[in-house]
């Protein structure tokens, strides 16, 4: 399919077919609605040369940052307030150049940055792309898998029965036994009364950090209360919030597992509001263990993700993959591990 096969289609000039394309002001309204309509249909890529639509590799890959929560909070660029992604993103940068790759980063709030993605792979911008941030199960990017291109996905679920899944790379940190033993930590403790904040219900990370936390509950034979399980975001306003509910319906906790360090943050915020205290009337535990968080007051205990090795992984996957030209799928669960500071408290001792 190329641009004379559309004017053809479309019952146009081959020029107008570019005016369009170049978003030129002088083509009437329903001409250019008529060509755009089939340009979609046909999935045709205007903007590729002929050289990498013929196959030949390029040594870009693509670096799609998901993040469609914090616009819907009122804030600009999450990726400029969150350790998380800057700390991913430079050693992805880092790491590809090493290798002789650039890496072209974009950051999606919306449904129609998915277009961008699209784009990118479709007209041959870049040989792959890593995901990071994106919803479990992502239908788009499901897409692109199918369509053949080299994909690594960041916090995914593994699905053996599902085929896109058998042809793409998948890195995650160990959220479920991050979760188990964040729990366990406060049972040994003594604590009971255990909240979870989550970080939504639509992300892998989070759905398994869910799972983790019920699964210690389970085996210490303490009941699930579910108004101890309150759902919310990724973001320190989360946190925040959650907690300002809790104490706002007189649910009785004296700990809390949150599902980042960020939530952690906003929920210790809320509790010192409160007139209470970290660690001696409600301990905290947070996940990531970014670098702020050891700074913070109190000193976070949190789980540690290995971030940057997870980012180094898929980034020399994909790149040799692509200069081996061969096709990969293989799934990884990279541990986490306890760091204590002084943010719980023995139950008992109180």
């Known amino acids: 399919m190329n641009s004379s096969d559309i004017a053809k289609l479309a019952g146009v000039s081959r020029s107008t077919v570019s005016r369009v394309i170049n ?19 046909y999935d045709y890529v205007p903007h590729a040369s002929a050289r990498m639509l013929a196959g030949s590799k390029n040594k870009v890959i693509g670096l799609f940052i998901i993040d469609m929560v914090y616009r819907s909070y009122g804030l600009k ?32 709030h919306n449904v ?20 990071i941030g994106q919803d479990d199960d992502d239908k788009i990017i499901k897409k692109i898998i199918n369509g053949g291109y080299k994909v690594v996905l960041v916090d995914q679920s593994i699905k053996p029965d599902d085929a896109a899944y058998k042809k793409c790379m998948i890195v995650n940190a160990d959220n479920y ?10 049972i040994n403790l003594n604590h009971t009364e255990i909240v979870h904040i ?12 869910i799972r983790g936390y019920q699964k210690a509950l389970e085996e210490a034979g303490i009941p699930i209360n579910k108004s101890l399980i309150v759902n919310s975001e990724f973001i320190e306003d989360g946190g925040y919030n959650a907690v300002k509910k809790l ?11 949150a599902s980042n ?10 509790i010192k509001e409160a007139g209470l205290r970290v660690p001696e009337d409600i301990s905290i535990i947070g996940f990531d263990d970014i670098e702020a968080s050891k700074y913070f007051n109190p000193p976070l205990t949190s ?48």
């Open 23 to 41: 978003n030129y002001s002088n083509v009437p309204e329903e001409t250019r609605e008529k060509v755009l309509k089939i340009i979609k249909e």
């Open 77 to 108: 660029s999450r990726i400029t307030k969150s350790p998380y992604y800057l700390e991913f993103t430079s050693s992805v940068i880092e790491t590809a150049s090493e290798m002789g790759y650039t890496v072209l980063v974009h950051i999606i």
């Open 112 to 131: 129609q940055g998915y277009e961008k993605i699209e784009e990118c792979f479709y007209n041959k911008t870049i040989s792959g792309g890593i995901f």
């Open 177 to 186: 036994g991050g979760a188990y033993n964040a729990t366990k930590y406060f």
């Open 198 to 209: 989550t970080g939504g219900t639509a992300k892998f990370s989070s759905k398994d950090r």
């Open 247 to 257: 104490f706002s319906k007189n649910i009785k906790f004296t700990a809390i597992f």
């Open 261 to 270: 360090d960020k939530i952690a943050f906003g929920a210790i915020k809320a």
């Open 303 to 350: 789980m540690k993700m290995e971030l940057l090795q997870m980012a180094e992984l898929a980034t020399k996957s994909i790149i040799t993959s692509i200069d081996d030209d061969v096709v990969f799928s293989a799934n990884y669960v990279i541990p986490v591990k306890l760091v204590e500071r002084k943010s719980c408290h023995d139950n008992n001792a109180k």
